[in-house]
């Protein structure tokens, strides 16, 4: 199957489309949530915490970023972002799949406990429950989930 879109490095001219997809996406998942009453925070954040210490690729369609995925040099994913029109496609798996690239040793990241569709997407990327946490902004459960690499196993014979 053709894929409808591509994977490539963030741009900093990709930050105003970042910032509306994480809101649009969120307040999606989360209704009761005002995630527009967040997006100064956010972009703050996104300014001084992610864009300059985790690697970022996005998901882009048609000339429109459609998702994207941040994991920073310890291997954390912080953010899986695809847009509403895109869930339950490959274009979430071909992100994580990325993220996987990028940090072959393996990835952690926290996933609200409430959200059972993200967690069931993790599971089935290989993703494993490794306890709970509190998110530090919310105060809210999260569930703490890592992936590794299987470890490579000699073939019958010796031979790798």
Known sequence: ?????????????DEDAAIALWRDTWQQAYPS?????RVKWWRERWRRELA?????????QSGALA???T?????YLDQLVVGREHWGSDLGNALVDEAKR???????LLVNTDNARAIRFYRR?????AGGDVNPTSGKPV????????LRRPRAGGDP
Request: proline share 4%; glycine share 10%.
């Open 1 to 13: 199957m053709t894929r409808s879109f591509h994977l490539r490095s963030y741009r900093a001219a």
């Open 33 to 37: 949530i005002d995630f527009g009453a």
């Open 52 to 60: 300059p210490n985790a690697t970022i690729v996005v998901a882009e």
């Open 67 to 69: 998702g994207f995925v």
């Open 71 to 75: 994991i920073d040099a310890t291997g």
């Open 102 to 108: 990028l940090s072959p040793d393996g990835i952690t």
């Open 125 to 129: 990327n290989g993703f494993v429950d």
């Open 143 to 150: 569930l703490r989930m890592e992936w590794k690499a299987a």
